[in-house]
């Protein structure tokens, strides 16, 4: 049987890094393996020793970038904290996660549909738990407006994250303060309009 090297985990890390970086640049689809192997600095035999494919090594990505944002945001600790607060720490802690994960983040779109079904069923597992989350905390925030009216609640999510998003999409240099502000003013946005403050909540 073959040992595992003690190095195996770095060069993986190494590996899922630096191959999303390509695919993020040149596209999963145009990007070959090869070029993933010269751009980590490795031969094409050794990138199949960890993968048997693209579609392993793509999914591989995405599998560990979904899962450590779901753990992150699924994992926050809200213990005593009103619902307004609650929206305010996952929407930090969601911003906070997207720095440095650019690539990462930006072959989603790409790369999910493209796994099977299977594959995308874990992935989409991830996803979901972040939406439910983040959607639990809205309705607890806003019960009269928002639990109970699935539609509504999922809208107001969904337009959230979108907030969230457009930030990393257009900054992605930003430094942790900056995402700090921008993730209070989401909440506070949503919480309370334009025109409203911090006090207003309803």
Not at 109 to 128: C, F, H, I, N, T
Not at 189 to 200: E, F, H, K, M
Request: proline letters at 3%.
């Amino acid at each position: 049987m073959r040992t595992i090297a003690k190095d195996h985990d770095a060069k993986r890390q190494h590996i899922l890094r630096v191959a999303a970086e390509v695919f993020a640049r040149e596209g999963i689809e145009r990007a070959s393996m090869n070029e993933v192997a010269r751009a980590c600095g490795i031969s094409k035999a050794n990138i199949y020793h960890y993968y048997a494919g693209k579609d392993d090594l793509v999914f591989d990505i995405l599998d560990s970038y979904l899962s450590e944002l779901r753990d992150v945001v699924c994992g926050l600790d809200l213990t005593g904290l009103a619902p307004p607060d609650r929206l305010h720490a996952v929407t930090e802690a969601i911003l906070l996660a997207y720095d440095g994960m650019d690539n990462e983040h930006k072959i989603q779109s790409e790369g999910l549909p493209r796994l099977a079904p299977d594959k995308q069923a874990v992935l989409k597992g991830y996803q979901r738990a972040l939406v439910s989350q983040v959607a639990g905390i809205l309705e607890a925030c806003a019960p009269a407006a928002l639990a109970g009216d699935r539609t509504r609640s999922r809208a107001v999510t969904m337009s959230v994250f979108g907030m969230l998003n457009w930030f990393y999409m257009w900054h992605p240099g930003a430094t942790q303060e900056a995402r700090v502000d921008y993730a209070a003013q989401v909440a506070d946005l949503t919480l309370n309009g334009i025109a409203g403050d911090r006090t207003s909540v309803s």
